[in-house]
Structures are given as C-alpha cells and as structure tokens.
C-alpha cells in the first residue's frame, strides 16, 4: 500500500520544483524530504528521481504517480468534507488567499458575520495576487482563493478547482477635483455629465496598476482605445494610495466600484462612468474536493451576505 503522505509530497516536488522549496513549504528539512521520497521509490519499485544538474527531476513514472495522488486527494478532501458536514458544529481553521479591493470591502463584514455565527471557525487571510493565489491554492497553502477577471482578460483555468461567481464589480473612472489639474477636470464633466470622454482626459497624470498584471493590462489598454497613450506617474497595486493621490490632486485611476460603494466615507473625486459601462468579475476558488467542507460554504456565504449589505451605487 501506497503512503499517501510521500505521494503528496512528490506531488509538492513536482509542482514547487526544488526540494528546498518544499522543505520551506511543510516545514520539514530536505533531507528529510528526501528520505521520504527514497522510502516511496521502494514501495514503488520503480526510479522516480533522477537527477538534474543541483537538483532532482521527476521521471516519467514518478508523473504517473503524481496524476493519481491528485484524484487521491481530491477523494479525501471529499470525504472530510462528509465527515465535517455531518457535525452541527462548523470549526477548524479557513486559510484565505485575497486582493486588496476585497479584503477593504468585504472582508470585515464577513468576518464579523462568522463570528456571531461560528465562533469556533478559525479564519486565517493573506494578501496575495490572484495568479499566486490560485498556485496556493493547488499547493495547499489555501483553502478559499478570491480571484478576478476584467473584460477581454479571462482568468486562465486551473485544473482541480471549483470556481463560484460572486459578483459583477462596475470600474470606475476616478478624477480630482482639487489641485491644478480640477479645472480641466471641471470643464470636461460639465460638457459630458456622467460619461466623460476618455479622449478629452489626455492631459491628466494617471495612477495604474502595474503594467505586467491583468488590472494595469486592462486599463492602459483602455486608456489607449481614447486615442494616447496615458501618463503612468505612479504604478502601484496599492487602491488606498490611488485614491489618496487621486483626493489630493495628484493623479487620475481607474477603480473597481466595490471599493467605492462599502463603509460610511466616500472618497472626495469625481466619479464617471466609463465607456460601455465595463466590470470585472469576482470569484471564489476552491479545491474541487472541498467545495461542500461546512467551512467552505460558511465562508462563501458570508461573502455573499457582506456584499448584499454592504454595496451602495456611488455618486457619479
């Protein structure tokens, strides 16, 4: 019989790389990674490592084993999932992987919704960009993903996850209405209303998202699709930091509505719709066999709740 805890961990080999790097991961020595990994090769009966100059590779049959161990942790993920679901008590620790407008807006109302209702759920939440999250996520160092798609930019599909949709998030665009630059501002909104023309916004400075992610892809293309090229003065993935910059006359952005439409304070900056009114889809992402673990569907529910309570339509 095959140990299921060495097949994870060739299955870790495989998809980190290195054996240091999954020394770090499970917090083991690889040398003792190592050891495991030699003790499998003899219930096996077959090579699964060879090596590679530094370091080690997997070999065919070790791939094999590798596509079996997935299906074999999926059926277990299931099984825990019945065992839990069959207690009345919802308990344990949720690891959560996010991005910055989510965790803002709707993260502390779910929190405290699955702390009146279960106190005993233990919820753990790390910052992370989709891509990377979603590689957690297969590694197992999640347990819930919160992943984002903008138009034109599907998020790429990951084998063995079960993805929900939570929501339809409006982008924004966002200008200053103090600093030297209001004026123009003013004059642009007062001719167009709501629906500022992208063309007529040359001029202004801009805070994007990093270029070489989907959020700052979409919206230098869209800036582009006005006829110029913006002027990208500050990059950054920090949304507090835009509309600081953005508040204080320093910059324009693009924002996703759901950080403009959750809590009692309203940003000080004009907002307009942008053309064809685009949103990003937001969506939860778990391991295929935890989708119905009583934590899982806690949490995803009280998403869910948050956003029903909390969203308002912003003041264009």
């Known amino acids: ?29 690889p040398s003792a990674i190592s050891q495991q990994l030699t003790q499998l090769e003899a219930e096996t009966g077959v090579k699964l490592l060879e090596q590679a100059g530094r370091g080690v590779r997997l070999t065919a049959q070790a791939r094999i084993l590798v596509g079996h161990t997935d299906a074999i942790l999926e059926r277990l993920e299931e099984a825990e999932a019945d065992l839990r679901a069959s207690l009345t008590e919802v308990s344990g620790t949720l690891r959560v992987a996010s991005f910055q407008s989510v965790l803002l807006a709707l993260i502390p109302p779910a929190l405290t919704l699955l702390a009146e209702r279960y106190p005993k759920l233990r919820v753990e939440i790390e910052q ?30 990951v084998e063995g996850v079960h993805t929900l949709q939570l929501a339809h998030d409006e982008l924004w665009l966002a200008l200053p209405t103090t600093g030297r630059h209001a004026d123009a501002v003013a004059s642009t909104a007062a001719r167009a209303g709501a629906n500022v023309r992208l063309a007529e916004l040359a001029d202004l400075p801009w805070i994007l998202d990093p270029h070489e992610g989907a959020p700052g892809q979409w919206q230098r293309n869209l800036l582009r699709s006005g006829g110029f090229e913006p002027d990208v003065r500050f990059e950054s993935p920090d949304l507090l930091l835009a509309i600081h910059l953005i508040e204080n006359g320093h910059a324009a952005s693009i924002l996703p509505g759901l950080l403009l439409t959750t809590g009692d304070r309203r940003p000080r900056m004009r907002l307009a719709h942008l053309p064809g009114r685009p949103h990003r889809r937001l969506t939860t992402g778990v391991r295929a066999g935890a989708a119905r673990h009583p934590a899982v569907r806690a949490f995803r529910e009280a998403l869910r709740t948050g956003l029903r309570q909390s969203i308002h339509e912003p003041p264009a």
Request: aromatic letters at 6%; glycine letters at 6%; a neutral charge.
């Open 1 to 29: 019989m095959l140990d299921v805890h060495r097949l994870r961990l060739l299955r870790e080999l495989d998809r980190r790389g290195t054996l240091a790097a999954v020394a770090r991961a499970l917090n083991y020595s």
């Open 128 to 157: 992370q960009e989709a891509r990377s999250a979603f590689a957690g996520l297969v590694a197992r160092d999640f347990d819930v993903v919160l992943g984002e798609e903008y138009p034109g930019l599907p998020q790429q599909q």
